[in-house]
């Protein structure tokens, strides 16, 4: 995973006639994303297309959504103020931009790609809302969606940092090694030594089975001036590769120390722990993120999964936890996909109530991409339930 993504003020696309009314508090919900795009490049200074002024309600309804999306309490009010700003004015970008990120962070993608597709078009030239809308799709199993749209974007803006090394994640992910190889030796080009891309790369000769040519390019995105955690949590992923498990976790601590806010790391690492049937380490991990940030989406969801490998028929206790942190998960994200369709797993596998695992696994099979991968075994699952 890397960093989330970081703009300047300065490089805001300028729409002419609109006014700049809280434009840069409307810039703070980036934080808010679980996104995973890189960090380093300049937002591309170019102008939007020309827009009637935006309505002073709208602006006002966006920067009240601002402060309260800050609380992670406050969220669904953040969200509904938002809307509120969309259907004041709906050509207002920013709000549309800061529905698209929170609704992400809850887990509705479907709607987080709709809003950020429309900000997409009304501001083409933003650099942020198209590696935003990208990410999306890549947390949608569309990583071959995101590389189009990042594809288009780059060859009309070359110098965009952020959005090439975005791309090359994306490529990756889709299966074309070689053009993701071939797109970040573009930015290094542009920016020689830069860590996140050198790291992009060696996790793009990994995915090609060239570990010791990703360990070579993890060892430079190391040596950058500028530390990264994205550098750490790469060289720690090699280092899992090579069954080194003891550096991988020291690299993982290293991100984060130098990211305390970012709880990457530590979900790297119960994930591996996870992947290994190490459940109860897994718990352990899960919940040290979950004692700092209570409302993490994707450390909840791991815990669930740690929780469910624990269980037996003998002991149902960390199953019925596993049920209460999903349930959780979906009555703050009712279209969370990852959550309706694990709750489903549990209740059809494992706590034997097939009747209540039906609708859940209908509603995921209605919501998911195509591609997404568990859908073949979702459909498997509702076949088999009498």
């Known amino acids: 995973m890397s960093a989330q993504p970081t703009s300047s003020e300065e490089g805001l696309p300028v729409r002419r006639g609109r006014r700049r009314v809280a434009r840069s508090a409307a810039r703070v919900a980036v934080a808010l994303a ?26 006002d309804k966006l920067a009240q959504g601002v402060a309260a999306a800050k609380d992670p309490k406050d969220q669904a009010r953040a969200v509904e103020l938002f809307e509120q700003a969309v259907k004041t004015d709906p050509a207002l970008w ?18 987080a790609e709709q809003e950020l597709a429309k900000a997409a ?11 935003a809308l990208a990410e999306v799709k890549r947390r949608r199993g569309d ?19 952020s959005a090439r090394v975005s791309l090359v994640s994306a490529l990756r992910e889709s299966g074309k090694i070689e053009q993701a190889i071939t797109e970040a ?3 290094l080009v542009r920016k020689p030594n830069d860590p996140e891309a050198l790291a992009e790369l060696a996790l793009t000769h990994l995915a090609r089975g060239e570990l010791d040519t990703a360990e070579l390019l993890s060892e430079e995105s190391l040596k950058g001036e500028r530390k990264s955690a994205v550098a750490e949590r790469t060289a720690g ?35 591996v722990l996870l992947q290994a049937g190490v459940y109860d380490k897994a718990e352990s991990e899960f919940r040290g993120v979950l004692a700092a ?20 028929r003998e002991k149902r206790e960390p199953w019925l936890e596993a049920e209460k942190i999903l349930t959780g998960v979906l009555e703050r994200e009712p279209k969370n996909l990852a959550a309706t369709f694990n709750l489903a797993l549990l209740y059809v596998d494992y706590l034997q109530r097939p009747a209540d695992a039906k609708p859940l696994l209908q509603r995921y099979l209605d919501d998911a991409p195509t591609r997404d991968a568990s859908r073949e075994l979702a459909e498997k699952k509702l076949a088999g339930i009498k």
Request: glycine share 8%; hydrophobic share 50%.
């Open 293 to 312: 940030r209570p409302t993490d989406t994707l450390a909840s969801l791991g815990l669930a999964a740690a929780l469910r490998g624990q269980g037996t």
């Open 237 to 271: 992923l090699i280092a899992l590769a090579r069954g080194d498990d003891a550096r991988a976790f020291q690299h993982f601590a290293a991100a984060s120390e130098l990211d305390p806010a970012d709880t990457t790391a530590r979900l790297n690492v119960g994930t």
């Open 34 to 59: 679980l996104l995973t795009a890189a960090c380093g490049g300049a937002t591309v200074q170019a102008a939007a297309p020309v827009l009637a002024p935006a309505k002073p309600e709208a602006v």
């Open 94 to 111: 920013e709000a549309r931009y800061n529905l698209g990120l929170i609704l992400a962070q809850r887990g509705e993608l479907a709607r």
């Open 121 to 131: 078009e009304l501001a083409p030239n933003a650099e942020d809302v198209l590696v």
């Open 185 to 187: 030796r573009e930015v």
């Open 143 to 161: 990583a071959t969606g995101a590389a189009e749209v990042l594809t288009r974007f780059v060859g009309a803006h070359p110098k965009a940092i």
